[in-house]
Structure formats: structure tokens, C-alpha cells
């Protein structure tokens, strides 16, 4: 069994930073493509950010510059750092990861229980 834990939301003042990191545990055989997605009430969920086993990044346009997407493969862990937070920045952030449990099973995604970002003004 796989488990994602996220961990880092809070409330921030606009303008200020927090870093969320979300840790992959369990049966695990290999990890591909880690990322950050986000929902905001009433707002599809959106994907923020993705890093590849290879370490090459991809960002939505509206963090661009402001958020740097990172992993440890030793730690199966992903981290994402937000910084000169906006108010359209409030969302819970979801953790996801492509996992094979077993060198015979197929690609799966599994995905965090999400964790809260406000930012005040």
C-alpha cells in the first residue's frame, strides 16, 4: 500500500513563503513524475507544478517565477516552495506521484490527502 503525506500549508501573509513537502511511503518499486496540483472552492483543480524522475520542471504560467518545484529520490519525497504568495494563491494543494509497485505492475497515480494555503492581504 502507498501513502502520500503532505505537509507545510498555513496562512501567510501576501507576499511571504511557505514550503510544502509531500512524502511518498510504503510498497514501493519506482517513481516517475512527481507534482503539485491545487483546488480552490468552487474552481477546477489545476495543476501548479511537475518534475519528471529526470528532474525537468513544468509550471503553470500564474506562478511562474514565484514557484520552484523540487524532489528527493532518496526520500521519495517532492517539495514545492512558494514564494511572493497572492491572495489567488489560496487553495488546497494536492501532492501526486506515477508509482509502480512492483517491477510487473503498471504506472498508477496516487495523490495526497491536500493541504491548505491562505493568504492573507
Known amino acids: 500500500q502507498v501513502q502520500l503525506v503532505e505537509s507545510g500549508g498555513g496562512l501567510v501573509q501576501a507576499g511571504g513563503s511557505l514550503r510544502l513537502s509531500c512524502a511518498a511511503s510504503?510498497?514501493?518499486?519506482?517513481?516517475?513524475?512527481m507534482g503539485w496540483y491545487r483546488q480552490a472552492p468552487g474552481k477546477q483543480r489545476e495543476l501548479v507544478a511537475s518534475?519528471?524522475?529526470?528532474?525537468?520542471?513544468n509550471y503553470v504560467d500564474a506562478v511562474k517565477g514565484r514557484f520552484t518545484i523540487s524532489r528527493d529520490n532518496a526520500k521519495n519525497t517532492v517539495y514545492l516552495q512558494m514564494n511572493s504568495l497572492k491572495i489567488e494563491d489560496i487553495s488546497v494543494y494536492y501532492c501526486?506521484?506515477?508509482?509502480?509497485?512492483?517491477?510487473?505492475?503498471?504506472?498508477?497515480?496516487?495523490w495526497g490527502q491536500g493541504t491548505q494555503v491562505t493568504v492573507s492581504s
Open positions: 518534475i519528471t524522475n529526470g528532474g525537468s520542471t
Open positions: 510504503g510498497r514501493i518499486f519506482s517513481i516517475d513524475a
Open positions: 501526486t506521484s506515477e508509482i509502480r509497485v512492483s517491477r510487473w505492475d503498471v504506472w498508477r497515480d496516487y
